[in-house]
């Protein structure tokens, strides 16, 4: 019976371990860690061994396969013990859409907007009455859907850091937003090393799968030019700056409206009558609707959710406001492109609640969005 250890014990990784045990694999799951008692209590249900505080090496490098939660770096000393006997290490996301049948992906990535954009394509696809899941950064774990749900459609949101694991996994939408410095931390502080993982969303991408982007992003126009993709993809580009038509379909920002285009199907959104405001959620919009044009869904639709649909939590939130100010919870801006962003669509004195770490970026350019 081949062994499959699941390192991390966290949303992804209780999800991947229930699907291994489905699927009749020996599993394990290990975290340095506290498995959180809702987790703790699945992996009992479905009788899995679990350990926490503690890896048991001799039981991770017996392993004919090894699934890795995204928070884990590759430094740590269990991942770079595997890399060195030549253990396959992948995602939750390369090994649960091998049990997906016959089910079609959106999958969503980017420095700035992949929530939005993702909760968004997800509300559409929802409103339209298609058979859909919502997971990987956000939503219930993929792997676990997969092992307890039958879905036509899954919409994913994806990080550098799942991407990385995933080798044969193939989108059949795939949304690319943007590529700005982050995580610099986890890539040797190199930046290619970032955009090279972001562009695996279009790995093993063919003729029938769909490509939305921004064309407006000079990183992927760079490397769209760079020769290195085969680019056998049908090509959705969004822009509001500099207009770049696909004879499969595209969408261009003028005057607060645009239009989506995909093949003879196209929807008008005027961004005026949009509740979530400013330039960057208009890409988001743009590339909701490519997406879901792409993916079948009937133009009236998407333009009454675009319409109805409200800010994400913690993406500039109103929070309240005290004499005159305007105090917005903007927590998910946790990178310096996604707070220049918010800074930018602000209009009156506000109080800006942000968060994250520093991952080894250059902050001047906030300086004079920020007096």
């Excluded at 992996?43 to 890795?68: F, N, P, S």
């Excluded at 859907?145 to 059949?172: H, I, K, N, P």
């Excluded at 005057?255 to 009558?273: L, N, W």
Aim: charged share 20%.
């Amino acid at each position: 019976m081949k062994k499959i250890v699941v390192l991390g014990g966290g949303i992804s990784g209780y999800g991947s371990a229930v699907l291994a045990k489905k699927k009749g694999f020996e599993v394990f799951l290990s975290d340095m860690g506290k498995v959180a008692d809702k987790y703790a209590a699945i992996l009992d249900e479905w009788g899995i061994e679990w350990e926490q505080g503690q890896h048991t090496m001799e039981r991770i490098l017996a392993a004919d396969e090894v699934i890795k939660s995204p928070g884990i770096p590759e430094k740590a000393a269990a991942v770079q013990a595997l890399r060195a006997q030549g253990t396959p290490i992948i995602s939750e996301m390369e090994f649960a859409a091998r049990y997906m049948g016959k089910a079609r992906t959106i999958c969503i990535t980017g420095s700035n907007g992949k929530t939005t954009t993702t909760s968004l394509i997800y509300k559409i696809m929802r409103d339209a009455g298609f058979n859909v899941a919502l997971g990987g950064n956000i939503g219930e774990s993929f792997a676990y859907q997969v092992a307890t749900g039958e879905f036509d459609w899954y919409v994913l949101e994806l990080s550098s850091f799942q991407l990385d694991g995933m080798y044969d996994f193939r989108a059949d939408v795939a949304v690319l937003m943007n590529i700005t410095p982050d995580h610099l931390d986890r890539y040797g502080y190199c930046f290619q090393n970032y955009v090279d993982s972001k562009m695996r969303i279009i790995q093993n991408q063919h003729s029938l799968n769909y490509f939305v982007y921004s064309a407006d992003d000079e990183v992927i126009e760079k490397e769209i030019a760079s020769g290195k993709y085969s680019m056998r993809m049908r090509q959705l580009p969004f822009a509001a700056k500099a207009a770049v038509a696909s004879g499969a379909g595209d969408a261009f920002l003028v005057d607060g409206e645009f239009t989506a285009r995909v093949g003879e199907k196209a929807v008008t959104i005027d961004t005026a009558k949009m509740k979530i405001k400013g330039l960057h959620n208009a890409y988001d919009a743009m590339a909701a609707a490519l997406a879901t044009l792409a993916a079948g869904v009937a133009p009236s639709v998407i333009e009454q959710s675009i319409y109805d649909f409200s800010p994400v939590a913690n993406r500039l939130e109103p929070a309240g406001e005290i004499g005159g100010v305007l105090y917005i919870n903007d927590s998910k801006a946790t990178n310096v492109d996604s707070a220049w962003y918010a800074l930018e669509c602000q209009t009156r004195p506000v109080v800006w609640i942000v968060g994250g770490t520093d991952k080894g970026n250059d902050y001047t350019s906030l300086i004079p969005l920020a007096q």
